[in-house]
């Protein structure tokens, strides 16, 4: 794909992953960015550093687990701001608990936006891009989606049928020229993996790396876009030696106590301990 003088909307932009693909967009030289989070204010403050790029950007504030919401919303900026070149679904959260403890609002939470979230969004955009026969749709997966982690089963599980949604689309989409590719990060330091149990051994992306290896994906039109070298060595790991990946990761995951004496620490400092505390402790891994 050719960046240059395009229209993008890139959801998740107000932090973290999202937020970087969007900085990098505007860099390579996009004309227009439209902007998709709730926090109207954080989005705010995006817009102004890609203003600041000399690049046009849109504010679009809405949850993308309100499907009505979310029709509204698109059919009003694409009539103002279209037509979109390229969608990046990279909205997501995603929660740590030994299965067995899981709650049923996370889980929910969970698939509502990462998984249906993503297929209302796309689905609105899509019927528009096929019309105009021309675009391309991201969806931010994750290494997750290939290899499934241990105490985080239901977000594996978005992350693996956000995959299955790429490549089925990917091939029904192509007659109208629109071309669908899956982003597959690892580890990245953001908002999302503060409160995590890391996993052993796992070496942190920054979201800049990942939105830099988007933008290549992007030029040479890769189906799935890997970040990183431990990636790539545990997808070939998968395939070459499944039993090798399942001993290292039954090594790396965090044992149910710990993700125990994590929760009652968590509900210990609520009110009265820092975030940053609480980040301090969950690396320490007891
Ligand atoms: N960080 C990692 O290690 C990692 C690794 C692999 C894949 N990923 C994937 O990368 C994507 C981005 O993750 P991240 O690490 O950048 O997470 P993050 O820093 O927590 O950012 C999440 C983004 O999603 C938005 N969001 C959350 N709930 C929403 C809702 N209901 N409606 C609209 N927007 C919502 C948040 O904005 P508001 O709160 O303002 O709504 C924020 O912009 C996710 O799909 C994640 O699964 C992350």
Known sequence: MNIQGKVALITGASRGIGRAIALELAQCGMKRLILVARDRQKLAEVAKEIEGMGVEAVIMAVDLTQPTAVNIAIAQVWRNHGPINLLVNSAGVAYQTSF???KLPQMQEELSLNLLGTYTLTHLIARRMASQRDGTIVNVSSLMGKVAAPTMATYSATKFAILGFTQALRRELAQYNIRVSALLPSLTDTDMVRDLKIFRWVITMTPQQVAQALVTGLRHDAPEILVGWQSHLAVWCQRLSPWLLEMILHLATPRPEELGLL???RRFSD???????????SAMRF
């Open 100 to 102: 067995l403890q899981s």
């Open 263 to 265: 929760t009652r620490f």
């Open 271 to 281: 009110g009265f301990l820092s975030k940053n505390m609480l980040s301090f402790v």
